[in-house]
């Protein structure tokens, strides 16, 4: 009988590479017949916690950070969109696309873990921002997107006033950074052994299988 591997994936809401690393590590599993002995749990990292509630402008924002350029971006982007079709998830990019401050949908996340459908929230996040062009700092788009994955929504919009789950949602936060976290995806096995970026799923196996042995 296999032991059981945890997994946690320290990730941001509107980062792609988050998503295509999870669909990876997912493809690993599912192709060691690992489903019933993984459990996996989202950790929060915001990429822009200083953006305003209107947003930026994606292809501004990249530029300003990293100094991408227009190239870059539509290069980018298309190998995005490739790599999201072979593992089954659609990348809508636009021109006007925004990034935005995260901070309500991890503490959605965190809420949502409580009640055991942390999962399906991430995912429903992933769909709403990347291929359905959604605000997902917009409170009002939110509490539809909780309400879509079955969970009360008032009890969970409440979650974003409350000072202690704010605290918690910045401890956690810190946590992973003094653990030496600083990109996403990081995906972490046991709290033993850590791997950053979206690997390869014959990567991904290969980590898998190692750390069932031990």
Known sequence: MSKKINIDIVSDVVCPWCIIGYKRLDKAIEELGLQEHVVIEWQPFQLNPHVGPEGENLREHLMKKYGTSQEDSVRSR?????LGAEL???FNFFDEMKTYNTR??????DYAKS???QMVLQQRL????????????SRETLAKLVADVGLNADEA???LDDAEAEKALGKSQTYWRE????SVPTIVFNRESAVTGAQPVDVLKQI???????
Do not use: N, R
């Open 78 to 82: 298309q190998q995005l969109s490739s």
């Open 88 to 90: 089954g998830f659609t």
């Open 104 to 109: 309500d949908a991890h503490l959605l996340l």
């Open 115 to 117: 009640q055991g459908k």
């Open 126 to 137: 992933f769909d709403a921002y990347f291929s359905e062009q959604q605000d997902i700092s």
């Open 157 to 159: 919009m409440a979650v």
């Open 179 to 182: 653990l030496g976290v600083s």
């Open 208 to 214: 898998l299988k190692e750390v069932q042995s031990q």
